[in-house]
């Protein structure tokens, strides 16, 4: 969490509120010494489970020292058969999807808080202290490094020959991918509280897709930054600033000219992409984004139930909530799987068609960002640095 006039108390915003917005408004009230004897925001016990697919971890490894209780959601990227990553303390990695073999290191002491994002060549990087650092990804060596005014907590774009980077004040810059000049930017609006954390960038044709902590989904032209359209996922409501929270810290999902996006207010939206005319709502929903399937949005609440819609309609097809206040994280699609990592650094397959559990797997320490599926593998980087990479059998 985090207030805009005051950037400075970051440190105590991550070691308590932000973590409590991240898991749910219900513990709140448990920061500040309550004897209540209400158990309902405590986390679910896992039961046992028979499954019904078998989980094979490929490779294991290390990529530094992990995110802790920053409360970023640090996950990888990976393209061209190729797995990049980076830590807190560590730098950045670039390891093979099908071993986990190191091909480079690029090692750094800045706090590498956003990304990678890779593409074009291009491995794309930000810290906590606003640096922009752009690798080339054959080798790992430094090709330019820009500076922002604020901390980096999402991915950067790389795309259509510029690289996007959504910083943690709003503000959206577009940089020129080879000389690292920057060409333009955007400045969105924030209220005074916000979940901690915002949103990478969804690439469109010529069109760049920016979700934000005031709950809307703009779009602009990719090459001078003019808006296009806004179109709310979320209406703020309520008498507090908490109850207000509307954010979309998480890219919307982009399939053919569909936009998906949810926020924290408990509402999802489809959005015609060209035009921004909403297709349809629910009124289920979370910050950390969804997953697609052949038929379904798959997303996570805010009290860590995971929830398919119908992905036509948005009507709801299931719930799984054997998994309420275990500070869940978005779903990835993999097959016939929605997984998702928990508090405990557990991993689960939820079934797409019926949403019971599949199979479980433990990776290590707690797993907040989200996990990276390519081809018939996952990937999944744990809050303390460990990367892991399993296929389904």
């Known amino acids: 969490m985090h207030m805009n006039s005051q950037r400075g108390l970051r440190a105590l915003a991550v070691g308590t509120l932000a ?3 991240l898991s749910g408004c219900s513990s709140v009230k448990n920061l500040f010494g309550s004897k209540s004897k ?3 925001g405590e986390p679910t016990e896992l039961v046992d489970i028979t499954p019904s697919v078998s989980v094979k971890a490929l490779w294991t490894a290390s990529v530094g020292k992990g995110e802790d209780t920053l409360g970023i959601g640090q996950h990888p990227v990976v393209v061209d058969g190729r797995v990049f990553a ?4 560590g730098g950045v990695s670039a390891l093979d999807l099908q071993t986990g073999q190191q091909a480079w290191r690029y090692d750094s002491k800045l706090a590498l808080s956003g990304g990678p994002g890779a593409g074009e060549g291009l491995v794309v990087v930000g810290s906590l202290e606003g640096d922009v650092i752009a690798l080339d990804a054959a080798d790992g060596h430094e090709k330019w490094k820009a500076k922002l005014n604020n901390e980096i907590l999402s991915a950067p774009v790389v795309s259509g020959g510029m690289v996007f980077v959504h910083s943690n004040d709003g503000r959206l810059t577009a940089f020129d991918a080879a000389s690292g000049e920057r060409r333009w930017f955007y400045a969105g609006d924030m209220p005074a509280l916000t979940v901690r954390g915002n949103a990478s960038v969804t690439m469109g044709p010529g069109i760049v897709f920016l979700a934000g902590d005031n709950g809307s989904v703009t779009a602009l032209n990719a090459q001078n930054g003019n808006v296009m359209w806004s179109t709310p996922v979320a209406e703020p409501d309520g008498r507090s600033e908490l109850e207000r929270m509307v954010d979309v810290d998480a890219a919307p999902a982009l399939e053919g000219t569909a936009l998906f996006a949810s926020s924290y207010k408990n509402h999802t939206v489809a959005i015609d992409g060209p035009s921004g005319q909403v ?6 929903g979370g910050a950390r984004g969804v997953g697609l399937s052949n038929s379904a949005v ?5 009290d860590g139930n995971v929830v398919g819609l119908d992905k036509n309609t948005g009507g709801s097809l299931w719930q799984q909530d054997g998994l309420r206040n275990r500070k869940v994280t978005a779903p990835a ?3 016939d799987y929605a ?3 928990d508090y405990k650094g557990v991993l689960h397959w939820i079934r797409l068609n019926d949403g019971a559990f599949a ?4 990776l290590g320490d707690a797993v907040s960002g989200r996990p990276v599926v390519s081809g018939e593998i996952v990937v999944v980087q744990s809050n303390d640095g460990k990367l892991a990479a399993y296929a389904l059998q």
């Open 298 to 302: 798959v997303i996570t609440d805010r």
């Open 339 to 341: 997984v998702v990592g």
């Open 38 to 40: 209400d158990k309902t």
């Open 333 to 335: 699609v993999q097959g």
């Open 19 to 21: 973590v409590a917005l």
């Open 86 to 89: 980076a830590a807190v303390e």
């Open 359 to 362: 199979a479980r797997s433990k």
């Open 279 to 284: 297709l349809w709502e629910s009124d289920r």
